[in-house]
């Protein structure tokens, strides 16, 4: 046991306490006592006393403030992946994060089965170019195994200055071995709406991450599509890869196409204020032209409680692959020496109460994303026609001029788009919906 002296033991006993000062906020402490929480006294005192040993006999002089901000980071591992301790640097950048723009290689990971998993690349970022796919597993960055490392520090290890370069040791389903990607980090600036116009009538939103502005940013798209009074037939809103991100965001996107009053997500949690419920409150509402929803296995939080939403309520079909399965939600507390803690406080569940943890939304229609082949000339003269045979009759000249000047081309798409087949079967299907409501055989 400890045999220091007792002014050294109270010493290290009020630092302790003042580490515990955000449990207390929690409300732990109370209701500890309310439940005879002996024990946690006794555990606190064996914490001093670990701590005073380490400081007085381990081999070099140990920073106490490195030997705290170790075990709280280390307690919070402990908890789960998405809870952690953001030392002040780390705590500074997370809170630039969110306005959109970070130094680093564009990687959103976190921690499964022990390894550190890529949940999706950002768009147009290092990671992205260079290749880096969802389900990758980071097994090194440079010579550091990420067996051991947080993912506070993973992500301090990958932030970098501009220009400077870092190696990642990926495995990933299908590789026979290890591969390394050697990336060079930039100043990542991700802008959270993109939009075009994918056919006559026909819309399509990407929403890459859920940020201060992505509200605006939507608004701004949906106002383009629709610009010259021109009417929306058809949306397809893109949330492949979207790592996730404001809570707040998700609920206002989902206000667009939700009507007034409707629940959008709640959530469940210990403490009072970690249940929450979310209803739509605005009421410019979009059209109720029909949507489509792509998500894939890098759909992670936010773009989840968005898919769930319009799922529910049956105001999207919802297409690609199963999601990532993120369904808890955490709060950021800032401390007293400007770090601060990224604590799970609640789950979520969708309107129909549905919890997403560890299951992920499932599409109504299952799509693989695969590669599409340009059609050849010689493969599309291989077909006989009716005006291939001989001794055929020629059908009414009027329909032959009309013939020449229509030619449609399956797709009026935007290039980006040729090769999409998650992107080109969603856009027939609102096509199909289309032409069936013009049959009569939909509601209008």
Not at 85 to 97: A, L
Not at 196 to 204: C, N
Not at 361 to 377: F, L, M, N
Request: charged share 30%; glycine share 8%.
């Amino acid at each position: 046991m400890f045999k220091g002296s007792k002014f050294k033991k109270t010493t290290l006993f009020v630092t302790t306490v003042t580490l515990l000062t955000l449990v207390i906020a929690f409300g732990v402490q109370r209701r500890c006592a309310a439940q005879g929480g002996g024990n946690d006294y006794q555990s606190i005192e064996l914490f001093t006393d670990v701590l005073a040993i380490v400081k007085k006999s381990y081999v070099e002089e140990v920073d106490t403030k490195k030997l705290v901000y170790g075990a709280i980071n280390g307690m919070l591992t402990s908890l789960d992946p998405h809870s952690s301790f953001m030392p002040p640097e780390t705590y500074k950048e997370m809170k630039i994060d969110t306005k959109g723009a970070f130094g680093g290689l564009g990687i959103e990971i976190t921690v499964k089965e022990g390894i550190l998993t890529v949940i999706s690349p950002i768009e147009d970022t290092p990671a992205f170019r260079a290749g880096i796919k969802a389900g990758d597993q980071i097994l090194k960055i440079d010579d550091k195994f990420t067996k051991d490392l947080t993912i506070t520090d993973a992500v301090k290890r990958m932030r970098g200055v501009k220009g400077t370069k870092v190696t990642l040791t990926i495995m990933r389903e299908g590789f026979e071995k290890t591969k390394e990607f050697v990336l060079e980090r930039d100043i990542i600036q991700v802008k959270s709406v993109k939009y075009k116009v994918l056919d006559d009538g026909y819309g399509y939103i990407r929403i890459a991450q859920f940020q201060e502005k992505t509200d605006d940013d939507l608004e701004k798209a949906l106002q383009g599509l629709q610009a010259d009074k021109k009417q929306l037939r058809g949306l397809v809103l893109d949330l492949r890869n979207d790592p996730g991100g404001l809570l707040d965001q998700a609920v206002r996107v989902c206000e667009h196409f939700v009507p007034e009053g409707k629940l959008i997500v709640y959530t469940e949690g210990r403490e009072k204020d970690s249940q929450m419920r979310f209803t739509s409150r605005k009421s410019h509402k979009q059209g109720e032209y029909p949507i489509v929803v792509l998500i894939n296995s890098g759909s992670a939080s936010a773009s989840e409680i968005v898919a769930g939403c319009l799922q529910d309520h049956k105001r999207a079909v919802i297409m690609g692959t199963q999601s990532f399965g993120k369904g808890s939600v955490q709060t950021i507390i800032p401390l007293s020496d400007n770090s601060g803690l990224r604590l799970t406080t609640a789950r979520y569940f969708t309107p129909s109460g549905r919890s997403i943890q560890a299951k992920g939304i499932t599409p109504d229609i299952v799509a693989e994303r695969v590669e599409i082949a340009p059609t050849s000339e010689k493969k599309e003269g291989m077909h006989i026609r009716e005006k291939d045979l001989e001794n055929h009759f020629e059908g009414d000249k009027k329909d032959d001029q009309d013939e020449k000047k229509v030619k449609p081309a399956p797709y009026k798409t935007d290039e980006m788009f040729k090769n999409d087949s998650q992107v080109l079967r969603a856009l027939d299907l609102l096509k199909g919906w289309d032409i069936l409501k013009s049959m009569g055989k939909l509601p209008s």
